[in-house]
């Protein structure tokens, strides 16, 4: 078997989600090679050899600069068609979900989406796909190949192996119609602190909070904590906290060591993008809110007296 992994990567880094996916398919067997396309990326193949993949196939020119799908559908589908690759999964973002939805057009493939797990059944592969608002997994396959798989953001951690990589220069010829888009400008999110995809500590706010002013104090405990912030859908939409920060069915997976919830009242949606934190805090002032079903720790009370004291505590212990 055959599998190529598109390996997304930042700021001179290879995505965390990448990566994740990256181990995912190493676990599987078969030969497992990582795909990075970009500009000035030759140095990141070394990392992709320890983090599974047994070959890395790197094309670095000005045409795949910016971060625009098309040039890399381009380089992917010479990549599948040369090598005979059978599997190609991505880790999901608006570029990854981009390509492989262009990639599957291009070969006239099958794309499965959203999914959180990948098995190798008898013989074939079988995706893991949550269905019914992520209430239940339905099992989704590939009547042909190249098989191509979107995994949910946050899916699997990344395992380093420790292993070497050898690497294969691409030089991909690029469509005509692919290199007529131009980025014309990029914006970044100012943030400050580790992102909630990489935080081992997450405190997310939810409606209970009142109002978008209060966030001010799910910031605060999160800062001391060293921590990231989340929030809920619903504080998302009212317009309280960025989409970035959403966890759950529609927003981001995440696996912190501790996710303190404050005000949250731990719908089926949010629970699905945080039950795989280690130990889960829930401050809540209704005792029979849902999320104390799956705290380690519930704290029934008002979250503006709780959480500054909360926070008070936390700055002094580290004094
Ligand atoms: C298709 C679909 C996808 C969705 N995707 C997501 C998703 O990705 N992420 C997500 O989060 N949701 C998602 N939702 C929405 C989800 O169903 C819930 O509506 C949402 O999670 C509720 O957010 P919340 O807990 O902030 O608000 P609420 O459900 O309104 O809960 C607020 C909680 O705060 C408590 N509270 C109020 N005041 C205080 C106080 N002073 N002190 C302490 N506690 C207080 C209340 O007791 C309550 O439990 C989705 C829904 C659908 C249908």
Redesign the pocket.
């Known amino acids: 078997m055959s599998t190529a992994v598109f390996l997304e990567h930042h700021d001179g880094k290879l995505e965390k989600g990448s990566l994740g996916v990256l181990g995912k398919a190493a676990s599987l067997g078969g030969d497992v090679a990582g795909v990075i396309l970009g500009s000035g990326v030759k140095e990141l193949a070394a990392e992709a050899g320890r983090y599974g993949a047994t070959k890395v196939y790197v094309a670095d020119t000005a045409e795949l600069e910016a971060p625009l799908p098309q040039p890399r559908v381009d380089a992917l589908a010479q990549l599948v068609r040369d090598q005979g690759i059978e599997n190609v999964l991505f880790a999901a973002s608006v570029l990854a979900s981009d390509v492989a939805a262009g990639l599957a057009a291009r070969l006239d493939a099958g794309l499965n989406w959203d999914l959180v797990d990948l098995v190798s059944q008898d013989g074939a592969l079988v995706g893991k796909r949550p269905a019914l608002?992520d209430s239940v997994y339905v099992d989704v396959g590939w009547s042909s190949e190249p098989r191509l798989a979107l995994f949910r953001p946050g899916t699997f951690d990344p395992v380093e192996s420790g292993g070497e990589a050898e690497d294969e220069e691409l030089t991909p010829a690029f469509e005509d119609f692919s290199t007529a888009a131009t980025m014309v400008e990029q914006a970044h999110e100012e943030s400050e602190g580790p992102s909630i995809e990489d935080a081992d500590v997450i405190v997310a706010?939810?409606?209970?909070?009142?109002g978008p002013e209060n966030f001010s104090l799910v910031e605060s405990l999160a800062k001391a904590l060293g921590g990231a912030v989340g929030?809920?859908?619903?504080?998302?939409?009212a317009g309280w906290y960025p989409y970035s920060t959403?966890?759950?069915?529609?927003?981001?997976t995440v696996s912190p060591k501790l996710y303190v919830?404050?005000?949250?009242?731990?719908?089926?949606?949010?629970k699905?993008?945080m039950q795989g934190a280690g130990t889960v805090v829930a401050?809540?002032?209704?005792p029979n809110?849902?999320?104390f079903e799956f705290s380690d720790l519930g704290v029934v009370?008002?979250?503006?007296e709780?959480v500054p004291k909360l926070t008070e505590l936390v700055e002094q212990r580290k004094a």
Do not use: Y
């Open positions: 608002e706010g939810g409606r209970g909070l009142g929030a809920t859908r619903a504080v998302v939409d959403q966890v759950g069915q529609t927003g981001k919830a404050c005000g949250i009242s731990g719908a089926i949606q949010h699905v993008g401050i809540n002032k209704d809110a849902p999320i009370g008002d979250l503006h709780i």
